[in-house]
Structure formats: C-alpha cells, structure tokens
C-alpha cells in the first residue's frame, strides 16, 4: 500500500505480507474498505485498509490466475472457472465455460470478457434481476496461444497472446478487426492511453501503438532492459 503525495512522490503505508506464492491480482471494490488480493497460492486475502492487516483468508483450491473487480462485484480467473461473488449481497456465482487457466479479465459494455489459456476469449453477458445474472453468450476466437492480457477503449477490447499478437475486436459486433504482429514475444499487459494504444511484452520493450491510414502502427519503443510485466495509467494530479 502507497500514498501519493504532490511533492515528492509515492512513500510506503505498510506492506502486505501473507500470500505464499506470486501475487496475480488485486482489487479495491466500489465502497469497500477491504482491499482483495488473489494468488497463486490458491488463496484469495482480503485487507484492512485503514490497518493494514489481514481481516480473511478465502482458500480456493487452485491457483487464482487474475482477480479483478467492477462494482461490487470481485471476479476471480481459475483453471476452467470463473467466480462471481457480490460482496452487498454475498451471492457467488461459478462461470464454467473457460478451458484452461484464466489469465486475464475485463467487464465492458455491460459484457465481462476472460482470456485463457486455450486461445479463447469468453464473453458472458449482464442480465440484472435474472437468477443467474451472467449470460454466457459466446468465445472469440483468433489466437494461436494463450490469452495473457485484455483491455478496452474506444468501442475496442484488445487481446494479447503468447502467439506474440495483438488483436482488435470491435465491441458491438464482437468480430475482430485488425492484428498487430510488432512483438518478438508475449504480451503481457495492454493499456489504453487517449488516443494510444500502449503494450509491454516478454521480448523487453514497450510499443505505443498510434493510428496511420486507418490502422495502429508502432510509433514508439522503448526498450526495458529487465523486461515489463504490467502496465497502469494514473492520472496526474501534481
């Protein structure tokens, strides 16, 4: 846990120590004071923020490939499932269609998409007030490998996959439109940035990724010694 400050910085709050293996998501659910972490230690921690500490431990069984929240929802990827809980009403609810690990989610357009690791991106639709509130409603597919890292923007959802390629699907027909063969290796993390799209992969560089005659082309890399797993944006406030 960090603090931001706008002078110098970031400075440490506390450190979190528990997981016994390698984190692979956290979350902060809208109007929580408990921060979730999953990890592949097959536990799901829930935090204190206001201490620090850890209030429970969730043991699932099986590695949590990534861990993410929207409302109040905290969505968890696993091998071959993917688990709903509602923290304001403490309902869970099991998704079954993935094969394979899950190794990255994103909701958008009332829609949560997963990557696993058969190629696939799971697509299940909202349905408010149903029994079962998630609709499954179809796979994308287009990838070689596995799907390692999802997002959005501008009506797009963009997948990376360890066959080194990116994808671009278009949100209202789920089709994908353009593939962006400019890594080496995996992908590992995407970002939308204004206008940009921004990835870092396993082959040690970053690429901003600019529109040129209608498709996105590389304007920018930078390379990164130590490689980059994860990207983030963070509006600046200074």
């Known amino acids: 846990m960090h603090s931001r400050f706008c002078g110098n910085g970031i400075s440490m709050l506390a450190k979190l120590d528990g997981h016994q293996k390698a984190v692979s998501g956290i979350a902060l659910p809208l109007g929580s004071d408990k921060l979730y972490s999953g990890s592949k230690d097959g536990t799901?921690?829930?935090?204190?923020?206001?201490?620090?500490?850890?209030?429970?431990?969730?043991?699932?069984?099986?590695?949590?490939?990534?861990?993410?929240?929207?409302?109040?929802?905290?969505?968890?990827?696993?091998?071959?499932?993917?688990?709903?809980?509602?923290?304001?009403?403490?309902?869970?609810?099991?998704?079954?269609?993935?094969?394979?690990?899950?190794?990255c989610m994103v909701?958008?357009?009332?829609?949560?998409?997963?990557?696993?690791?058969?190629?696939?991106?799971?697509?299940?639709?909202?349905?408010?007030?149903?029994e079962n509130p998630f609709h499954h409603v179809g796979s994308l597919r287009g990838h070689s490998h596995t799907v390692t890292c999802l997002t959005v923007g501008h009506n797009m959802l963009d997948s990376g996959s360890m066959d080194n390629t990116i994808k671009v699907w278009d949100l209202d027909t789920l089709q994908?439109?353009?593939?962006?063969?400019?890594?080496?290796?995996?992908?590992?993390?995407?970002?939308?940035?204004?206008?940009?799209?921004?990835?870092?992969?396993?082959d040690q560089t970053i690429k901003?990724?600019?529109?040129?005659?209608?498709?996105?082309?590389?304007?920018y890399t930078h390379n990164e010694e130590h490689g980059v797993l994860a990207l983030c944006g963070l509006n600046d406030f200074g």
């Open 107 to 130: 909701v958008a357009n009332e829609m949560l998409f997963a990557g696993a690791q058969d190629c696939g991106i799971f697509v299940w639709k909202g349905s408010p007030g149903a």
């Open 208 to 219: 901003v990724w600019g529109v040129a005659g209608g498709n996105l082309e590389v304007t």
């Open 44 to 103: 799901v921690r829930l935090w204190d923020c206001h201490t620090g500490q850890c209030a429970s431990v969730i043991n699932l069984g099986d590695e949590v490939g990534c861990l993410i929240c929207e409302g109040p929802w905290v969505f968890i990827g696993m091998p071959n499932v993917v688990k709903a809980w509602n923290i304001e009403s403490s309902s869970e609810f099991i998704l079954n269609e993935p094969v394979g690990q899950v190794y």
């Open 176 to 202: 994908s439109v353009m593939t962006l063969d400019g890594h080496t290796d995996t992908p590992m993390s995407l970002l939308c940035w204004d206008q940009f799209l921004l990835s870092c992969s396993l």
